[in-house]
């Protein structure tokens, strides 16, 4: 009813109608003790190490007692377990997946929803999982982020442009070619993720300038498309007008990461976390990523669960305590890496973000082929504006074309359908599906690798 509401009404009250839920929903998120952890935070940016890692243990021991004493799920499982309060016994504790916390999320909350902050995560699979913060958590978290982001020059208020999976739009915007909403009192516009087409870029590019926005927030799918339409049409997006692109939600590739810094002349800098509250990793200005100790505990396991460098990610984060996250498989891969920045961030490197595990093509010849080497497939090729890989069935793949005709011919297509067969094999069916548009998700983000067969891959 209340969406209803909002879609009938003028341009004008729209804006004043997202200022205000905003006013209302940042005194939750910016409230309480809030400054105290923003302090906190900005005072630790100089922390050796040795201090980060005493700070992590002492705060695994504090969260997963506190666990204990209110959720009745981990009082059962931890009963048989020896010194579970000790981060050196972590391996003993049950690891779970995303289906044993949506199945047992009753008994896994510690409070209620009233008592708390709801949170719902629309996943990939088509399953939500909901998800309880305390208040304080919910501000922690928001200091961490905003933290993270003050190291670039940020902070709220300042002009920001926002790309996410909101709905804003109603027929009267589009006529007028407006694909944005604005709140005024923290200076915020979100722009729509539903309408990035060809036809309509030039005017979310015209409006970022003329707003001036000195930040970008957002998909970094729907930054992508912008970016690339503007280098290709030759338009000069003004120097030194943005000062930090901020990606969420999306795996990040090298392709988008240059495209999107060379059209908007402004360096992106990364950050990983999910919407159920996994610990933080952040880049810092040397552009190394970093683990984030104070947030939690990141073991990266093999499909042994043994211990390694590169492999899934599983997550225990302190800033859960309405539903914790203890030993949560979070369906992402990482990759360690052993070596030390110079900044002053001295928190364990990462080499690499490998994105979602379940967004792989699977090949009964090759195995799995993640995230990077399906981006890889436009290795040599032109004209290819947008493509998504669709996996159904074992031995084959659907994959959806978006292109340039005045470019793209058979000659490049030979080329991108090599790339495939060099990745899946020779034997693998491979039907090109060539659409003048592929739709994103209803969250509005897009997947550019959607595998819906893992059940039989798993048991193949």
């Excluded at 795996?251 to 360096?267: D, G, L, Q, R, S």
């Excluded at 552009?287 to 939690?296: A, I, K």
């Excluded at 002053?344 to 080499?351: A, C, I, R, Y």
Aim: some cysteine.
């Amino acid at each position: 009813m209340k969406e209803k509401i909002f879609f009938l009404l003028p341009h004008f009250f729209q804006n004043l109608l997202i200022s205000t839920f905003n006013i209302l929903a940042y005194k939750k998120r910016y409230g309480g003790k809030y400054h105290y952890y923003l302090s906190h935070f900005k005072k630790n940016r100089i922390l050796t190490k040795e201090e980060l890692v005493d700070i992590q243990k002492t705060r695994y021991s504090e969260f997963i007692q506190e666990v204990v004493l209110k959720s009745p799920f981990y009082k059962n499982e931890f009963k048989e377990v020896n010194n579970y309060s000790s981060i050196e016994s972590i391996r003993d504790l049950l690891i779970v997946k995303k289906e044993i916390l949506r199945r047992n999320s009753k008994t896994i909350h510690t409070i209620t929803e009233k008592e708390g902050i709801l949170s719902k995560t629309g996943g990939t699979t088509g399953k939500s999982l909901e998800v309880i913060f305390t208040h304080d958590n919910m501000q922690e978290r928001f200091a961490m982020l905003d933290d993270f982001r003050s190291r670039f020059g940020y902070k709220l208020g300042k002009k920001t442009a926002w790309f996410s999976g909101k709905s804003l739009l109603n027929k009267n915007d589009l006529k007028k070619n407006r694909f944005w909403k604005t709140d005024n009192w923290y200076n915020v516009r979100y722009y729509s993720t539903f309408h990035i087409k060809e036809s309509y870029l030039k005017y979310y590019i015209e409006d970022l300038i003329k707003y001036k926005t000195e930040y970008i927030v957002g998909f970094p799918s729907s930054l992508l498309d912008i970016a690339k339409y503007g280098l290709k049409k030759n338009i000069s997006f003004p120097k030194e007008l943005v000062k930090a692109i901020f990606p969420t939600a999306e795996t990040i590739t090298e392709e988008m990461k240059f495209n999107i810094e060379k059209f908007f002349k402004a360096p992106m800098y990364n950050q990983y976390a999910s919407s159920e509250g996994a610990p933080f990793i952040f880049e810092c200005e040397q552009r190394n990523l970093h683990l984030e100790l104070q947030s939690g505990v990141f073991e990266v396991l093999d499909d042994q669960d043994n211990p390694t460098n590169s492999g899934r990610l599983i997550t225990t984060s302190f800033t859960t305590l309405g539903t914790p996250l203890i030993r949560y498989d979070i369906g992402d891969s990482i990759t360690l890496s052993s070596n030390v920045c110079s900044c002053p961030n001295k928190n364990p490197l990462v080499k690499e973000i490998l994105g979602r595990i379940d967004d792989y093509i699977y090949s009964p010849e090759n195995g799995k082929i993640n995230l990077g080497n399906v981006s890889n497939t436009l290795k040599d090729t032109k004209g290819i504006k947008k493509f998504q890989a669709i996996q159904d069935k074992l031995n084959e793949i659907c994959i959806k074309v978006e292109v340039d005709n005045t470019i793209y011919d058979n000659k490049i297509e030979a080329i991108f359908i090599r790339n495939w067969r060099d990745r899946v094999g020779e034997r693998m069916k491979i039907d090109i599906d060539y659409v003048n548009e592929i739709q994103v998700e209803k969250s509005g983000k897009f997947r550019f690798v959607k595998n819906n067969i893992k059940h039989l891959i798993e048991n193949d």
